[in-house]
């Protein structure tokens, strides 16, 4: 019984941040990778960010520089830090659980949460 649960959504300014927080429970797996999709207005879902147990990142081109994916193993928690935000960045953002899935493929992910709105005005 897998619960993954996503927070710190909001509406901020060009340029603004924001930190999104991901919760997971029931994890039994010894290995775990977490990741950050978003689903932006008429656009199909993509990946943004994701971090293996090992702590290996990888970021989509769009974010690199910008998104900092982290995670904190004693909380069971992943974290999104999202700067220099821009009005394309709008969109639900999910966080994302498996053993070995590719941020290539949203659909090679086990465990997803409910998702958390971010919307960047210009």
């Known amino acids: 019984q897998v619960q993954v649960v996503e927070s710190g959504g909001g509406l901020v300014q060009a340029g603004g941040s924001l930190r999104l927080s991901c919760a997971a429970s029931g994890w039994r797996d010894s290995s775990r990778r977490m990741a950050w999709f978003r689903r932006a207005p008429g656009k199909e879902r993509e990946g943004v960010a994701v971090?293996?147990?090992?702590?290996?990142?990888y970021y989509v081109d769009s974010v690199k520089g910008r998104f900092t994916i982290s995670q904190d193993n004693a909380k069971n928690t992943l974290y999104l830090e999202m700067n220099n935000l821009k009005p394309e960045d709008t969109g639900m953002y999910y966080c994302?659980?498996?053993?070995?899935?590719?941020?290539?493929?949203?659909?090679?992910?086990?465990?997803w949460g409910q998702g958390t709105q971010v919307t960047v005005s210009s």
């Open positions: 971090i293996g147990s090992n702590g290996v990142t």
């Open positions: 994302a659980a498996d053993p070995t899935a590719s941020l290539l493929f949203a659909s090679s992910w086990s465990y």
